[in-house]
């Protein structure tokens, strides 16, 4: 099955062979709730604890991708969620840093993940707005829910080189990849429209 899935999300025209190879090999079944868990090799997002959705595979391969991840580079993603994209990052060499803002996954994946064997650099129980100032600067950040603007600490944690991936919008998202070409130089590309639950703010 999950070669099957595999070849599906290739087939909506993913190529990096990293990014494949991870999602041949995670057992997503075990991200998600036993309800649906005779669904999890369908390509398709699906309901997880505290309202959140664990994102489809093409989805976390088509951020993955143009993260462009090598082996070693720190990553620094916000929503952990079901810790499914912490773990696809982690086959791929990544150290990932990982924050979440509802305490009930962060509790449930800081314990699963390990038990699985994947070892994140750190999970973080917080407020993905800020970034993490204290591990920057990152070679890539990968947002995981739909940003109504771009957080400035996001930005300014990129190293010259690194990668911002963030979906970008309130009710759709469109898929945003900044480089940043200098200090003070972003290159900015659009990349399509997604559908995420929000990126929560301290209001929400
Ligand atoms: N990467 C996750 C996975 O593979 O399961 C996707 C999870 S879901 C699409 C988005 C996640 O972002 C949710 O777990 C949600 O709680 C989290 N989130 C929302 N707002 C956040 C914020 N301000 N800071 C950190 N995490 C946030």
Known sequence: MRNKLTEVVAAKGIKDSKVLAAIKKIPRHLFMDSSFEDHAYQDKAFPIAADQTISQPYTVAFQTELLDVSPGDKI?????????????????????????????LFKKTNIFLPKLGYRPKRLIFGDGYKGLPNEAPFDGIIVTAGAPF??????AQLK???????PVGQNEQVMTLFTRTSEKEFEKKELGQFRFVPLLGDKN
Do not use: D, F, N, W
């Open 76 to 104: 620094l993603e916000i929503g952990t969620g079901s810790g499914y994209q912490t773990a696809v990052l982690l086959e791929m060499g990544a150290a990932v840093y990982s924050i979440e803002r509802q305490k009930e």
């Open 150 to 155: 771009v957080p400035k600490p996001l930005l």
């Open 160 to 166: 010259v080189g690194g990668k911002l991936v963030i």
